[in-house]
């Protein structure tokens, strides 16, 4: 969890560091994509506490935090996908919100 937001400020650093605007990665704003990085921890931080009361005690759960983490970034993954196909549609431009450019 730690070395994943670690990366990903690194490349924000790089970016910074060639000239490149830090303010859109991946063709997403930087505060979308940090809403992203933001539910991924508050998903596996959520499944470890669940798993820490039901096991009765907080070592166990750390074995699952690896497959949480890979499962809320493919989710996050597949919802940035899906967000963007939808926006272009025309029932998309009636319910998501337009992405402003920065």
Do not use: C
């Amino acid at each position: 969890m730690v070395l994943i937001v670690q990366l990903f400020f690194d490349l924000l650093n790089k970016r910074a560091a060639n000239g490149g605007h830090v303010a859109k990665v991946a063709g997403l704003p930087f505060s979308e994509l940090f809403a992203y990085v933001l539910a991924v921890l508050w998903t596996v931080s959520g499944y470890y506490v669940a798993q820490g009361l039901i096991y009765g005690n907080w070592a166990a759960p750390l074995a699952d935090v690896p497959g949480n983490v890979l499962q809320a970034t493919v989710g996050a993954v597949v919802a940035i996908i899906v967000s963007v196909a939808l926006g272009k549609t025309a029932l998309g431009r009636g319910f998501y919100y337009k992405r402003t450019s920065l």
